[in-house]
């Protein structure tokens, strides 16, 4: 059985081909296109995958894609509505790349098989995000049982979840919900610190040991409500991702002493211990 997982529209889009239970190929798009985190359609990658796998015409037997893309739209209508009129603009910016091309991936996916000849007519898989991030963590382990813990930003609304595999069986058993998000949180600190959202994530990890966890115990009482259950809340007056069009406002800066700094301006020893701040939060 050839299956072909997908990955699209967020950021470095991939390709992998699974044939039974190996898995044959893989790839990131930005490796053909040279565009560093390539978010378009992966062609390219699947082009790969299904010459890697030598996979004929109407050999194809399933095709994933790696979220639910119509939950993911439902979470930012949401999300805006929710605080309304504050985040129209944001909103205006998202709404014409979710009509051109987000709501049909369905679609761009029959016809890149198509306009290739694989002529796919199998069945499609839109599992929720972080089933896929449990899938890839469990089904390639070497565990025939184990517990499973998923954290990233945000897939729909998920931003962690628990689950328990055995076998070739995985279930989700409870979640945390977008805006609470640990991978937000980090990705808070990397724009306030002058790096780029999901790319510059290594930089401000690379940056911690440079610094002193000065704001570690601030972070903890301000930002962060964590529960005994290891839950978490985040306390949204500080942060800027709901209803503009940043990660963190001017109540944030007014923590850390003062603006983000500005990429590619100098780095400073308060960078540096932010970063080992949150570092040791995380
Ligand atoms: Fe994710």
Not at 193 to 200: A, D, I, L, M
């Amino acid at each position: 059985m050839n299956i072909l997982g997908i990955s699209a529209y967020y950021h470095d889009s991939a390709a992998a081909l699974i044939r039974d239970t190996e898995i044959v190929a893989a790839a990131q798009e930005e490796r053909f296109t040279r565009k560093k985190h390539d978010a378009s359609f992966p062609i390219n990658a699947i082009r790969y995958c299904l010459a890697e796998g030598g996979v004929g015409k109407n050999e194809l037997d399933a095709v994933a894609f790696y979220d639910k893309p119509i939950s993911k739209f439902a979470r930012i209508l949401e999300t805006h509505f929710s605080v309304a009129p504050r985040g129209l603009r944001s909103f205006m910016m998202a709404l014409p790349i979710w009509i051109k091309e987000k709501l049909w991936i369905p679609l761009d996916i029959e016809n890149a098989l198509d306009a290739d000849g694989i002529g796919f007519t199998g069945e499609m898989f839109f599992p929720e995000h972080h089933e896929s991030h449990a899938a890839s963590a469990f089904f390639t382990s070497p565990f025939d049982r184990a517990a499973i813990l998923t954290m990233d930003g945000v897939g729909e609304w998920a931003t962690s979840a628990i689950g328990r595999g055995a076998g070739n069986q995985m279930d989700i058993l409870q979640d945390l919900h977008f805006p609470h998000s640990l991978g937000l949180l980090y990705s808070a600190f990397t724009y306030f610190t002058g790096f780029r959202v999901n790319s510059g994530e290594y930089k401000l990890m690379g940056l911690a040991p440079y610094g002193e966890p000065k704001y570690a115990k601030l972070i903890r009482e301000r930002l962060l409500d964590l529960r005994d259950d290891g839950s978490f809340r985040l306390n949204m007056d500080y942060f800027g991702y709901l209803d503009l069009l940043t990660m963190t406002n001017s109540r944030f800066a007014d923590l850390f002493g003062g603006p983000p700094r500005r990429p590619e301006a100098e780095i400073t020893q308060r960078e540096m211990d932010i970063a080992r701040s949150i570092q040791d939060v995380t």
